[in-house]
């Protein structure tokens, strides 16, 4: 297998494994805390000017008569040909009120200059909003939601190596966010174990992916 077919086979793995997620404490200074909640509060800010600019769009799209009507015709209409139909005329539709991802994501860009952000947080948080409009657009959603002043601090990047890059140092994790490096503080037999298999696939990380 050529490398660029498995690089191609493995983000796609990559991207269909479900998201493990563990909780831990880090062992930052207040100084450094309060820096990231400073900067978390300031993606919060981009995100819900974000939000605004979205929520605006899709509210006049379903304001639309034509809209409405192709909604209640794509689900009531059995025919697959018939569907594809009406779905590329929605498309259509959500493209010319842009409610779409592309516009989604490239109106992050300006926002996330204006506050300072870094592109891979900024990238993160508008993919964030995107999954909140999908919701309206095809589940069970009626709106895309503000992110509220006091709410646990939240900043996320999708690239282990962009954002805030894991590392090993001396046989353990460290991150590092801006020129701010830190730990964390495993406190019992499953966070150590998890932080185990963590610094594994991160100094053998070819041959976990191989085995995948």
């Not at 062992?27 to 909640?37: A, E, H, L, T």
């Not at 991150?175 to 019992?188: E, H, M, P, S």
Request: with cysteine; proline share 2%.
């Amino acid at each position: 297998m050529i490398d660029k077919e498995y690089n191609k086979i493995l983000k796609q793995y990559h991207k269909l494994s479900d998201r493990h997620i563990l909780v831990v404490e880090t062992d930052m200074p207040y100084s450094d805390v309060f820096k990231v909640v400073s900067l978390s509060n300031k993606i919060r800010r981009a995100g819900n000017e974000l939000v605004r600019l979205m929520r605006k769009n899709y509210d006049q799209l379903l304001r639309t008569k034509r809209y409405r009507k192709l909604l209640f015709l794509y689900g009531i209409t059995e025919d697959k040909s018939k569907r594809k139909i009406l779905a590329n005329q929605l498309n259509e539709m959500r493209k010319s009120y842009n409610v779409t991802w592309d516009y989604c994501r490239t109106s992050m860009i300006p926002i996330g200059k204006k506050y300072s952000i870094d592109a891979v947080f900024a990238l993160t948080k508008a993919e964030d909003i995107w999954r909140g409009v999908e919701k309206c657009l095809y589940g069970n959603g009626n709106t895309i939601h503000f992110s509220k002043y006091g709410e646990l601090p939240c900043i996320r990047a999708k690239q282990i190596n962009r954002g805030i890059p894991v590392s090993v140092k001396d046989d353990k994790l460290q991150f590092k966010l801006g020129k701010t490096a830190f730990g964390i503080q495993v406190n019992d037999r499953f966070q150590q174990d998890e932080a185990d298999d963590i610094l594994t696939y991160l100094t053998e990380s070819e041959i976990v992916d191989h085995k995948a």
